[in-house]
């Protein structure tokens, strides 16, 4: 589907602040040596984020005359819900960080509303990603993947944040815990891997013989009921990236993502900074790849099918698999 | 009640007079919407019925196909509990699913739920538009029964479309369902939808008069 602006922000910003905010809690709940400062530097850099990500979501509206209507089907739209825990998130963690500049001896309470903060931001972010993972059409996202990933780059994208905000303040970084990020991103590089393998296998399932009941391949677009695709109409289908732009997407991705902060990790504090660079952007790219190869089940009726010989089939003297020549 | 257009593959030429016919209605007609801000000019504007051709095969066994698309007016509409205003509603007297045009936010949500590609966005007024089963027609008493059903149907030079009732057994609909196997699109996304097609038959084959007569001179 076409990748719009607001989305990648929303999505990412909301990551970005909810993984800063469970680094927040860990440090709470796990007694990391961090110095006060510190934490405050991180409450402020959720809030900041979630505030803008929130912002950027204004703009996917396009008519806000009926934005008051938002909450009306919250027993069965993902998106209403994202609206509440979204606003709930950030209401809750406005509260912490005025507290922690107002009323700075109130620690218990800062405490509780940093805590109920940071659980909501979870369950927030597991909203959003419910939003994508439970459209059956769009077959690249129907999958309890979607939310892993989801969380995943939360994590990564937050802790990297939360690591070079502590090192540039004096901290240790994560709490002395130098080798969570370069964690985060293994974990987030093995995750988007499997989401490549997920996107192959969801656009190959997407057949014209579905839609058209025609027999033989290839399939010919002659005509999509207007000069060309809708496009321009139509957010839902986007044009198939060449194979070209998808791989050198898919390894900048793994490159940004998990080679640079797992390099940087090692670095000390400007290493920590540039790690944080890379992994935001490489997360961000991550996201766009979420929604520019993601395969919707209306293409079968907007692009074309190139003939592919079967990788079972069984001659003479051969074992199963594909020949090499075989491919297209 | 649950309206619906049964539309025979066998019939439809690709002519696409139910796509331009539901665009002029739309647009220009005396009911109803106006899809697009500047409908004649923008070739690649808004459709709410989009005829698809199709062609498969190497020369020269190669089929062609058209198929007219526009929305099922699903059982189980997927764009409808998406949607977080409740723009996207289904009515309980007639089965169509309609948009209101002062609830919806233009998020889109409803676009990526329909496993169709049948709903159009309009930048201009910043909201998602479809198919109507020209509800303003069929709902118009003022107007002859014959005009009370959808321009594409209407318009269809080659009657590939029958409109009608699919849950009254009686209705022409309903009968070509069940005696013709009418089949749906993509039903293993679960939208159940209600719009249906009449399956493509074998083209008859071609049979020379010396063949007639020594068939015919077999038998006698």
Known sequence: MRPTWPLLALTLLQGVSWGVMAVVAAALVGGWPVSTGTVQAWEWLAWGTGALGGSASVFHMHRLAAARYVLRRLRSSWLSREALSTGGYMAVLSVAVALRVLWPQASGLWEAATLLAAGLGAVAVYITAMLYATIPAMRSWHSPLTVVVFFAAALLSGGAGAGAVGALLGGPGLGGLPGLDAAFALVFGALV????????????????????????????LQDAGGSRPPYRTQTQIWPVLPAA?????????LVLAVVGPCLAAAQGTTGLVWGAGSAWLGVALSRWMFFADATHSSRVWFADQPKTPSPVRREPGRPYGRRREDSV | MQLTIITDLNKCVGCKSCQVSCKEHNTSGDFGPVPDHDP?????????NRVIGMEAGEYPHV????????????????????????????????????????????????????????????????????????IDRIEDESLPPEDRQPACVQSCPTHARTFGDLEDPDSAVAHLVAERQGFVLLPELGARP???????????????????????????
């Open chain 1, 193 to 220: 891997s499997l989401q490549i393998r997920a996107f192959r296998v969801a656009a190959a399932g997407v057949l014209a013989a579905t839609g058209t009941g025609l027999a033989g391949r290839p399939y010919r």
């Open chain 1, 245 to 253: 732009v998808r791989t050198s997407g898919y390894a900048a991705v």
């Open chain 2, 40 to 48: 004649y000019r923008e070739a690649e504007g808004m459709w709410w």
């Open chain 2, 63 to 134: 089929g062609v196909m058209y198929l007219p698309k526009a929305c099922m007016h699903c059982y189980d509409a997927p764009c409808v509990p998406v949607c977080p205003t409740g723009a996207s509603y289904k009515r309980d007297d007639n089965g169509v699913v309609l948009v209101d045009y002062e609830a919806c936010i233009g998020c889109q949500l409803c676009m990526w739920a329909c496993p169709y590609g049948v709903r159009e966005f309009d930048e201009h007024e910043g909201v998602v538009k479809k198919c109507t089963l020209c």
């Open chain 2, 194 to 220: 209600a719009i249906h097609y009449l399956p493509r038959r074998h083209a008859p084959g071609i049979v020379d008069p010396e063949t007639i007569d020594r068939v015919l001179g077999e038998g006698s």
